[in-house]
């Protein structure tokens, strides 16, 4: 417009205009190429944070043999944060003893995610000292510490194979038939008998063709062929149906027997049957005891019971 009204004046010739369109689109392309990229690179430069976070993150370092006697669980003094400075936990001291189920329960964001997350040393608390056995966590080597570990949660992973690979996940020079003999314990065979294949059914990516109480059962098969002196069990909050609740409880009584358990409870049945209830709110030990003891103190964990005994009645 602006070259034209020049043009019609005079004051630049053809050529002239010619030659300016000619640069101005190609000093255009370029320009509009690189604004095209810019969201990649922006991206790119998240994505190195993330690497170099990675990459110079400490590596967790410890003595592999083991030399724990028994298998309590022993929390004191501990306190934590994230690392953006507020602390998630302060001060919590609780033992959780072989033989027995402790179960963790408090409101949302109380910290009992936090407390499993530091028992198997996912990572390693600001102060305070948690042991196994008397044996400082975070002078154990991550990979022997796990070892003593069976956890079984609700979102597992599961891989695109068939059922028996996915269970001998939990010891992997099991044979076919010890890995059926814990997935009979964990009560998969009622599922499994549907399958076309049974045993050898492909499961899909992340067992998407599972329903959730049937990938738990799986994982407390692997925890069955692991074998191993402690379960750590993250109860599901998702409501299964009653059946499946019956099946998966039957499976965990059998699995939990002389083990030291620490399980995040949401439901009453888990609670009750429980041998110690640590009750964790706003990262503090609010209560602690057996749950006789806690009912009759009226405190958060009665008040809890309370409220689920109320919504458990309700009909639609
Ligand atoms: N990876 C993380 N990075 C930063 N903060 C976190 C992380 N995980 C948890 N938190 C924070 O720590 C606090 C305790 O979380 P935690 O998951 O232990 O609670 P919880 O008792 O398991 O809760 P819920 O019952 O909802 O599972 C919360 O305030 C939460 O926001
Ligand atoms: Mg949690």
């Known amino acids: 417009m602006a070259g034209s009204i020049l043009l019609a004046s005079g004051e630049i010739d053809v050529l002239t205009l010619f030659m300016y369109l000619l640069i101005a689109s190609r000093l255009y392309d370029p320009l509009q190429s690189s604004l095209q990229n810019l969201a990649a690179v922006i991206s790119l430069r998240t994505n190195v944070e993330r690497m170099d976070e990675i990459l110079f993150h400490p590596l967790q370092e410890g003595k592999a043999e083991l030399t724990n006697s028994g298998h309590d669980i022993a929390f004191k003094e501990v306190s934590f944060g994230y690392g953006n400075g507020e602390n998630v936990l302060s001060g919590v001291t609780f033992t959780a ?30 102060s305070g000292t948690i042991t196994v056995g008397g044996m400082d966590v975070t002078k154990t080597d991550p990979e022997a ?17 068939t059922i028996m690979e996915n269970i001998r996940i939990g010891r992997r020079d099991a044979t076919d038939e010890d890995v059926i003999e814990a997935g009979k314990m ?12 049974g045993w050898n059914t492909m499961i899909g990516e992340n067992g998407c063709e599972l329903s959730g ?19 750590l069990l993250d109860e599901a ?10 099946e ?9 027997r002389n083990k030291t358990v620490l399980v995040i409870a949401h439901r009453m049945r888990t609670v009750e049957n429980a041998d110690k209830i640590v009750v964790l709110s706003g990262g503090h030990v609010a209560e602690e005891g057996s749950p006789e003891e806690l009912l009759k103190r009226n405190g958060i964990f009665s008040h809890m019971v309370a409220l689920q005994k109320e919504s458990s009645e309700w009909k639609i």
């Open 97 to 126: 003893k072989q033989g027995e189920v402790t179960a963790l329960v408090g409101p949302s964001g109380g910290g009992k995610t936090t407390v499993s997350r530091l028992a198997v040393r996912f990572w390693d608390p600001d």
């Open 145 to 161: 510490l796990l070892s003593l570990y069976s956890i079984v949660f609700q979102d597992v992973t599961l891989f695109d194979n």
């Open 248 to 256: 998966i409880q039957k499976a965990l009584s059998k699995l939990i």
């Open 186 to 197: 964990a009560q998969c065979l009622p599922f499994v008998e549907k399958l076309a294949d």
């Open 213 to 231: 109480g049937e990938r738990q059962r799986i994982s407390i098969a692997r925890a069955f062929l692991k074998d191993s002196p402690i379960i």
């Open 237 to 246: 909050t998702a409501s299964l149906d009653a059946e499946n609740e019956t």
